[in-house]
């Protein structure tokens, strides 16, 4: 069976973003793959994080994982902290990567600029995701459009290893949804919506009560225009709510076009309200009952167990090939 490996960070509220981006995809792929889900906590860090806030949004970041239809009898849902050759495994590719290779990743670019100071971990983060990523010799690695550059590198480095120690790792393929892959913020249709944007008008939480869901998208930002059309070019905002509309009423955009031709954006809006909050009810309602019990807990732990043999392995085999001198 295919080996499919994803990760979120607990680094805030997750948005719909993820979910569309990402989570739906996971839980698609449970069915036919080999599944490793992760709460990137070693990432999360990469920015000042507080601590009890770190430790409530791994476990939220867990919990909902499982809200969304994770199944955890399918999927191992891990934490990346709880599995130490995930960090060994970083520093290895680290020496391997190159600054130039680094210095151009666009994560970085938008997370450093007009930084004063800017941690070395925001810098190298990409060695740990294509660590966490080869460690399993993932086939398909579902993220989102901003992760597609990350891949990239993840796969020269894979082939960068192979090369000067020997066939060993597999060079994955990402996994990009056509539709939604890059959803964007509410209040601005050019900026990606993100759980780090501090406005929380520009994104919708996967955990906004209904109220809030609602008011949100009433204030979305849309254009002067009154045609309810996909047009990402001319029309990003209006766009972007079709994707999102798409995605949580299962409706083609020829067909949201078409019931909303000549209506303005008032009967659109009030719709995909109704929409996200009928699609986020139930997920709700479960991560609620799920936090209640403190399953959680145990779920991460058979997960970290399930996955650490072979993440041992794989370091194992990398050590020894990049010339090691291994206990006896
Ligand atoms: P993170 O935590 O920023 O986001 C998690 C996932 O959500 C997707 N995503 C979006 N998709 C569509 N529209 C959006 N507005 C949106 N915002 C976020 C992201 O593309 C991602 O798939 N580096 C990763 C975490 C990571 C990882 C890995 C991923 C660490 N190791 C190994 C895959 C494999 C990140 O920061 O994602």
Redesign the pocket.
């Known amino acids: 069976m295919p080996r499919v ?7 805030g509220q ?10 739906q995809n996971f839980v698609k792929l449970q069915e036919t793959h080999e599944c490793f889900f ?1 709460v ?1 906590d070693l ?2 860090i990469t920015v000042p994080q507080e601590p009890a806030a770190l430790r409530e949004q791994t476990e939220s970041v867990a919990a909902l994982f499982i809200a969304a239809g994770i199944d955890p009898a399918r999927a191992s849902v891990f934490a ?1 902290s709880h599995v130490s050759p995930h960090a060994e495994l970083g520093w290895l590719f680290t020496t391997l990567a190159y600054m130039g290779e680094l210095e151009r990743m666009t ?1 970085f670019k938008d997370k450093s600029s007009g930084k004063d100071s800017v941690g070395a971990g925001l810098f190298v ?2 060695t ?2 294509a660590a ?2 080869l460690l399993y010799n ?1 086939d398909l ?7 597609k550059q ?2 990239e590198l ?1 796969r020269d480095l894979a082939q960068r290893f192979n090369q000067r120690y020997g066939d060993m790792f597999t060079v994955p393929q990402p996994y990009i ?1 056509k539709v ?6 509410l209040d601005d249709g050019t900026k ?4 780090s944007n501090p406005n929380p008008g520009s ?1 919708i939480a996967l955990l906004d009560p209904p109220d809030v869901i609602r008011k949100k998208i009433s204030r979305a930002t849309t254009d002067s225009g009154r045609d309810v059309q996909f047009n990402p070019a001319e029309k990003p905002e209006v766009s972007n709510l079709m994707s999102i509309y798409s995605h949580c009423a299962d409706m083609t955009l020829d067909e949201i076009e078409a019931r909303y031709a000549g209506q303005g954006y008032g009967a659109f809006k009030k719709d995909l309200a109704e929409a996200v909050v009928a699609k986020l009810e139930p997920l709700q309602k479960r991560y609620a009952e799920i936090r209640s019990t403190g399953e959680i807990h145990d779920i991460l732990k058979q997960g970290a167990e399930n996955v650490s043999v072979i993440a041992h392995q794989t370091l194992r085999e990398a050590k020894e090939r990049m010339g090691f001198l291994l206990p006896r």
């Open positions: 490996l994803s990760g979120i960070q607990p680094s997750l948005t719909l973003g993820n979910y569309i981006g990402a989570i992760m990137v990432h999360a990346q994560q983060y990409p740990l995701m966490d990523i993932a690695v579902p993220v989102g459009d901003d992760q990350h891949l993840t949804p939604g892959a890059r959803i964007m913020s990606k919506m993100s759980k994104y």
